[in-house]
């Protein structure tokens, strides 16, 4: 574990304050420095169970660094979203903070509000061919890299199905690509046998079941699943038990949800990847702040959104297995001991 995600919120808050004291002169400039900026939130949706985490810690950790938040949420719709994220640059907010549904059909919309000269950060997931100020966002091409090695130190042979989420979405892409640097040479080696890769059109849980349960119908056999999310990892372990293989083929998503965690703790699941949220929000808040106060940003790193180069704060994600989840989600106090362990035997 990194020293940061042992961090109280309160020190957090502190980090990225000294963050935004070193980065603007208190006393110079606009005139209007006293006035509480206002972040305009767009949000894809909170189906999942991290996306209001997310919200709530980037809400409160924003208002902590003397920000306000006008919120959006376009429940998994792209054509209420890009809407939603022209209405919110109409009311003069000082920076665009967004979660894209559908990475290049906001693109347009995006540079509207860019070009209108509100500063737009990428939270999570990128805007593609958009020129975005900032993406902050954990390494997603590591989250698939330990999605799928975690299920090659348990099963490094057999049949292997990859289910990802939507195309749509650069994240899935990233996931991918990541999952591939593990499968790929295991496929070269001729022990893995990759028997299906199943692309989504939504992060939707009654889709991949109903795509894996088609495989399984088939008579093909499983023996390892790699997935997009904890959400998906549920419904392919749904469908595992009714074939009484819940358990026995080895499944790994990302997000680290309570009920993922649960799994684990059961033997059901055999890993899920670890994205502090509180780490992300805050660090997106903070950076936030500073597009609104029109600081200058700065970052070594850099990712391709089809188009331009764009400025990329990187996180690390954290792998999580039966034999680490006290050492993670349980010490930052993400999930409770007593939650985790509710249906497991210690």
């Given at each position: 574990m990194?020293?940061w995600?042992?961090?109280?919120?309160?020190?957090?808050?502190?980090?990225?304050?000294?963050?935004?004291?070193s980065?603007?002169?208190?006393?110079?400039?606009?005139d209007?420095?006293?006035r509480?900026?206002?972040?305009?939130?767009?949000?894809?949706?909170?189906v999942?169970?991290?996306?209001r985490r997310?919200?709530d810690?980037?809400?409160?950790?924003?208002?902590?660094?003397?920000a306000?938040v006008?919120?959006?949420?376009a429940?998994?719709?792209?054509?209420?979203?890009?809407?939603?994220v022209?209405?919110?640059?109409?009311?003069?907010?000082?920076?665009?903070?967004?979660?894209?549904?559908?990475?290049d059909?906001?693109?347009?919309?995006?540079?509207?509000?860019?070009?209108?000269?509100?500063?737009?950060?990428?939270?999570?997931?990128?805007?593609?061919?958009?020129?975005?100020?900032?993406?902050?966002?954990?390494d997603?091409?590591?989250v698939?890299?330990?999605?799928?090695?975690?299920i090659?130190?348990?099963?490094?042979?057999?049949?292997?199905?990859?289910?990802?989420?939507?195309?749509?979405?650069?994240?899935?892409?990233?996931?991918?690509?990541?999952?591939?640097?593990?499968?790929?040479p295991?496929v070269?080696?001729?022990?893995?046998?990759?028997?299906?890769?199943?692309?989504?059109?939504?992060?939707?849980?009654g889709?991949?079941?109903?795509?894996?349960?088609?495989l399984?119908?088939?008579?093909?056999?499983?023996?390892?699943?790699?997935?997009?999310?904890?959400?998906?990892?549920?419904?392919?372990?749904?469908?595992l038990?009714?074939?009484?293989?819940a358990?026995?083929?080895?499944v790994?998503?990302?997000?680290?949800?309570?009920?993922?965690?649960?799994?684990?703790a059961?033997?059901?699941?055999?890993?899920?990847?670890?994205?502090?949220?509180?780490?992300?929000?805050?660090?997106?808040?903070?950076?936030?702040?500073?597009?609104?106060?029109?600081?200058?940003?700065?970052?070594?790193?850099f990712?391709?959104?089809?188009?331009?180069?764009?400025?990329?704060?990187?996180?690390?994600?954290?792998?999580?297995?039966?034999?680490?989840?006290?050492?993670?989600?349980?010490?930052?106090g993400f999930h409770?001991?007593?939650?985790?362990?509710?249906?497991?035997?210690?």
């Amino acid at each position: 574990m990194t020293k940061w995600t042992r961090c109280s919120r309160g020190a957090l808050v502190l980090l990225a304050a000294a963050v935004l004291a070193s980065a603007c002169d208190k006393s110079s400039e606009r005139d209007d420095s006293d006035r509480r900026p206002l972040i305009g939130l767009s949000m894809d949706s909170l189906v999942v169970e991290r996306w209001r985490r997310d919200m709530d810690a980037f809400v409160s950790s924003a208002r902590d660094l003397g920000a306000e938040v006008e919120i959006r949420v376009a429940d998994q719709d792209p054509a209420v979203q890009e809407r939603q994220v022209r209405e919110l640059s109409e009311l003069g907010v000082d920076v665009l903070v967004i979660v894209p549904n559908d990475a290049d059909l906001l693109a347009a919309a995006v540079r509207e509000v860019r070009a209108k000269g509100i500063p737009v950060l990428s939270y999570d997931r990128l805007v593609r061919n958009a020129g975005v100020d900032l993406y902050v966002s954990f390494d997603n091409q590591r989250v698939g890299y330990l999605i799928a090695s975690s299920i090659a130190k348990t099963r490094p042979d057999g049949r292997w199905v990859v289910i990802n989420g939507p195309k749509a979405d650069n994240n899935a892409l990233l996931l991918n690509a990541g999952m591939h640097a593990v499968i790929d040479p295991l496929v070269a080696s001729g022990s893995v046998e990759l028997a299906a890769e199943i692309w989504l059109d939504a992060w939707d849980s009654g889709q991949a079941r109903a795509a894996f349960d088609a495989l399984l119908a088939s008579g093909q056999g499983v023996d390892a699943v790699a997935v997009g999310n904890d959400m998906l990892a549920e419904a392919a372990i749904g469908v595992l038990s009714e074939y009484r293989l819940a358990g026995s083929v080895p499944v790994a998503g990302q997000d680290a949800d309570l009920a993922a965690c649960q799994r684990i703790a059961e033997g059901l699941q055999t890993a899920t990847v670890y994205k502090p949220i509180e780490r992300l929000a805050l660090t997106a808040a903070g950076f936030a702040v500073m597009l609104a106060r029109g600081e200058e940003v700065s970052t070594d790193s850099f990712i391709s959104d089809g188009q331009d180069k764009v400025p990329f704060i990187r996180l690390e994600p954290i792998l999580v297995t039966r034999d680490t989840l006290r050492s993670t989600v349980i010490a930052d106090g993400f999930h409770t001991e007593e939650d985790v362990f509710r249906n497991a035997a210690d």
